[in-house]
């Protein structure tokens, strides 16, 4: 085996599992505030990209002006679903939030869809298509630069954890009875964090949109994105990135040495074999708190 | 009023455990059950063959779903692949030669076999973890299917069913599918009815509630989550045959995918719980309306003199689709088969309400 091909494979693929960190840490967000699994999370990333194109392509606005204005929509369009979908459900049994949550999926992808159209469009980022060679391995520059929107949102998130804020929140996902003893308005705390991932997925849409194009296939990245989750462990942001890198690199890799012995298309499968795998050893993931029932 | 108790008196055990306690409610099953019997003369074929027989076909399988995630509590997002061993293994013994009723159980059996793999993840985890679990398993099926000609039949993935025939009688008429369709729904029927009335059943809910309570109880919680998702999955698979026999006549991937999945759990979850009115309730909502909405929003814009574009007019049902599950789980998170109950407590003891909670 050729090592640069080899290490070329790798940080191609890190960067890649880097932009499904994007997505993890939307859900990451919302599950550690409220226990909420968020299927709808690709649905939200579609409408994102869509808002975005709307704005920019079919409104004429600049992009630098178009993104923020589709976060700030993106952000009431969250609050506004944690409050009439989410809020009444609180309490019930998983299998009905799940439900839910795949229920509004379906309804955002079919409401886009119906507003827009399906035919695949693109964002045109600006980001040049040419190769970047760092020395002798070969980087697409559009994975850099999500590679680093996500490293940025990471960090981002990581400091809004120590504003005031961030703390209310992350009593919240510690114990929220005792959070709501202490006159922490639960309510708006899980709220505010459906809003954050709701902008995490515009930049998980603007993104992905550029690399694969904006159309019903953005939502299919759901089950990358829950197994980086789930690997990282569901309640880590941290856990959300450094599994993003980890399943990158596996499934580059791994597809790689698969793809020949099996007639390609292998990338799915490691990516559920990972999920199963996890689930079966460690639920909790990498970096998960322990708290999970077994059976 | 219609559903009096007043005269009904249970004086001993065996009246007692009746499957219908109430007259009135053995009266609405047998009126169904005859309306289903004389469907065929009272619909057009268009009615009887694109919703009578769907319906018929998808209630038995949310049935079936019913059964492990209503009365076992276990979570269940591969449904739909378990469908597709049961189809294509029941085709694959057909075109084989083997008679179709030995078909249609070796495809049950089958999908008993690989749906109880399922059942081994729910040894471990349960809730959200084993529902992720489950969707990954789906998509290693879909995968397996998708990537092996030898089972989805070549280069264009799909694989001709050969004439349905059962007990001597090839059956090619509409009228001939849908009796098929409508027999098997029957039957299911017939057993759900009368789990809650067996060991097996109030074990499967013991073990739903809670399952080490179920076991200081001495119900072993392992046998009976394998034998949950063993029975499901044979439902599964026979009504996937079927589905593939009576209505698509055509195998492919694609129609168990993991969308395919999500749907019957939404028919069982908006149908309500361990409900079997409600299975019928939710698989007609989440199967007919979105195209009934479709065709009302078509035939508005066109009276109105609007015009809708073409694109719009194919993404409505799947909005419509979502939306009906969002606003059913808002109204009555138990599902229509609740709304049924409450109409139904409502009128026992009309026109007093003491039975309102």
Known sequence: MDWIFLSELAINGALTGLLYSLFAIGLVLIYKASSV????????????????LAL?????????????????????????????????????????ILMMTLGLDIFLRGTTLAIWGGTSRSMELGVSYDPLFL????????????????????????LFFRSRTGIKLRAIADDYMAS???????????GLSWALASVVAVAAG???????????????????????????GLDSILGAVVAGIILGIIENVGSDFLDPLVGGGSRELIVAAVLILTVMIRPHGLFGRHDIERV | MFYRLSGVHHANYVSDSRIFKVPADRNLAIFIFLFGLAAPFLLPSLYLNSYMLPWLIWTAAAL????????????HLGYAAVMAVGAYSAIHAARFGVPWEFALIIGGLASSVIGSLFAFAALRVKGLYLALTTLAMQFVMDWVLTHSPAISGGSHASLQSPTLALLGQDITSDTGYYYVAFGWCVLVTIFMLNLKRTGLGRALVAVREKDFAAAILGVNSFYYKILAFA?????????????????????APEQFSVAVSIQVLAMVIVGGLGSIIGSYLGVALILLVPGLVNGIVAGGSQSLGMQINVETLAHIPNA?????????????????????????DYLMVWPFDQLRK
């Open chain 1, 37 to 52: 699994p968020n299927l709808a999370q690709g649905g939200l990333t579609m409408v994102g990209a869509y808002v975005v």
């Open chain 1, 56 to 96: 920019s392509h079919d409104a004429g606005l600049p992009l630098w002006l178009a993104i923020p204005l589709a976060a700030v929509i993106m952000f009431g369009l969250g609050f506004g679903i944690e409050r009439v979908a989410l809020r009444r459900l609180a309490g019930r049994p998983v299998v009905m």
């Open chain 1, 180 to 190: 709501w003893s202490v006159g922490i308005s639960v309510e708006r705390g899980v």
């Open chain 2, 64 to 75: 079936g779903l019913n059964l492990v995630t209503g009365w076992a509590g276990q979570l």
């Open chain 2, 320 to 344: 419509v689709y979502g939306a009906l599950i969002v606003i059913i789980l808002l109204i009555e998170p138990l599902g229509l088969g609740k709304l049924y109950g409450n109409i139904r």
């Open chain 1, 206 to 232: 603007v993104i992905w949109g550029e690399i694969q194009g904006v159309d019903q296939a953005l939502s299919l990245l759901l089950l990358k994105g829950l197994t980086v989750a789930v690997l990282g």
């Open chain 1, 135 to 158: 020395g002798d391995i070969f980087v697409s520059r559009i994975h850099l630069v999500g590679a680093g929107v996500a490293i940025g949102l990471f960090v981002a998130f990581m």
């Open chain 2, 231 to 251: 029975a499901s999955s044979f439902i599964a698979g026979v009504s996937g045959a079927l589905l593939v026999a009576t209505f698509f006549f055509l195998a």
